[in-house]
């Protein structure tokens, strides 16, 4: 059995270090978290929708606070179950792949995707300073890839147009 190269080795542990790191912080410094968090909704009250309602402030503000924090929770929870896997999954390549150039191919694509956690960080960043729906959606598209599916993307719309012109 072929051991995995020391990148994918060191980057699985750095990302087990990290969620694991996040996760002490966050249960020690919940308050904090919580109080930055609703400092910088009150730093942006156009970007949350602040009307200036205390009852409706406060339910943005907590919405808001409780993304935040989720996504403080699901790169903890992703970062410690990533990094071991990445981990195997190295191993198992090294000792199963035969050609070198492929073997360092995949050992890349491990080490690049054992960086998806830190795309939750950004989430919960992007919540804070740009709302929360526009901080969702700008992490949907950029950091994860994802689109809501109910929504055609803007290339589909022009082809769905250009379709209905031509066919009328």
């Known amino acids: 059995m072929r051991r995995p190269p020391l990148v994918v080795v060191f980057v699985g542990l750095v990302i087990i270090a990290l969620g694991e790191t996040a996760g002490a912080l966050m249960s020690q410094l919940r308050p904090q978290i919580a109080g930055y968090a609703r400092a910088r909704v009150a730093a942006n009250p156009p970007a949350h929708g602040l009307a200036g309602s205390a009852e409706y402030d406060a339910e943005v503000t907590a919405r808001a606070v409780y993304a935040a924090e989720a996504g403080l929770s699901f790169f903890h929870t ?30 890349a694509l491990l080490g690049l995707g054992a960086l998806f956690p830190l795309g939750y960080l950004a989430y919960s960043m992007a919540v804070l300073e740009r709302g929360r729906d526009a901080g969702i959606e700008m992490a949907r598209e950029r950091m994860f890839s994802t689109r809501d599916s109910r929504r055609p993307s803007a290339s589909t719309r022009r082809l769905n147009t250009r379709t209905r012109s031509y066919l009328a």
């Open 78 to 107: 992703h970062a410690q179950g990533l990094g071991p896997l990445v981990i195997f999954a190295g191993t198992v390549a090294a000792s199963t792949v035969r050609w070198r150039l492929a073997r360092g191919a995949v050992a």
